[in-house]
């Protein structure tokens, strides 16, 4: 069996009031997955999230990505080790407005110093796969939620990271967007893309998860996997 993607060991977090927003999590993804979180709302699936980018740090435990203890990396490191192997989508975007669409899917190549050219042609590549090419040289406060969207996942894959994390990716969307998002993940995910995504979506899981794991009060409290037939 392969190494696992994500490996968290036994993993906590409190804060210092109220209960712990993760009380004790040990979970292993692996390559290929698409992982479906659900759970109440407050129940820790954003911690989780951030923990597996090194957004944040757990008070105890592990957490290994890609082979590398993300937990135990400093600032400079961690950000290091999350442009290059982890790209991220939320539920609204996170766009920047004052750059064009083009620009906001190179960034990441920019700032990992890859030549512009080359970068270009990526980013060209990934709007033209995420049919969105038209719309290189607009802003993103002109693109509808479910064009914005394709913005953010061709920006999340621009340095193909092995790991794509997103949080309430339709969250935000109108029914028609939503299912074109899903449609887009579950054919990233076909195509090989390992996926952790964070949603009250049950659709969304459904037709993306190869896994869904339900988090309650900082626990896992379900863990199923399904046969996918492609
Ligand atoms: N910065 C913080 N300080 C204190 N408590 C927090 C903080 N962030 C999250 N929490 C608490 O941790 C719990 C889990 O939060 P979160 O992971 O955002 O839940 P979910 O994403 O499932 O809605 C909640 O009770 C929340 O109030
Ligand atoms: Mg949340």
Not at 113 to 124: E, S
Not at 137 to 154: I, M, N
């Amino acid at each position: 069996m392969a190494d696992p993607l994500i490996d968290l060991r036994e993993v906590t977090r409190s804060y210092d009031e109220g209960p712990p927003a993760l009380a004790g999590i040990s979970l292993r993804v692996r390559p290929g997955e698409a992982l479906a979180v659900l759970g109440p709302s407050g129940s820790g699936k954003s911690t989780l999230l951030n923990l597996i980018a090194g957004l944040d740090r757990p008070t105890t435990g592990g957490v290994t990505v890609d082979g590398v203890r993300v937990d135990t990396l400093n600032e400079t490191a961690s950000a290091l080790h999350r442009r290059a192997r982890i790209g991220m989508i939320f539920q609204f975007f996170n766009l920047l407005d004052d750059l064009t669409v083009a620009d906001n899917v190179l960034l990441p190549a920019q700032l990992a110093g890859v030549p512009r050219a080359r970068a270009a042609d990526r980013a060209a590549e990934l709007l033209a796969r995420l049919g969105i090419e038209r719309h290189a040289r607009a802003y993103p406060g002109r693109l509808s939620g479910g064009e914005r969207q394709r913005v953010a996942v061709a920006r999340a894959l621009m340095n193909r990271p092995p790991l794509l994390l997103a949080d309430e990716p339709t969250g935000a969307l109108d029914s028609a967007s939503g299912a074109d998002v899903r449609e887009l993940l579950r054919g990233l995910n076909a195509d090989g893309q390992t996926i952790v995504l964070v949603t009250h979506d049950l659709a969304l899981a459904e037709s993306c998860a190869t896994r869904t794991i339900e988090v309650v009060d900082g626990r896992i409290a379900r863990d199923v996997s399904r046969a996918v037939t492609r």
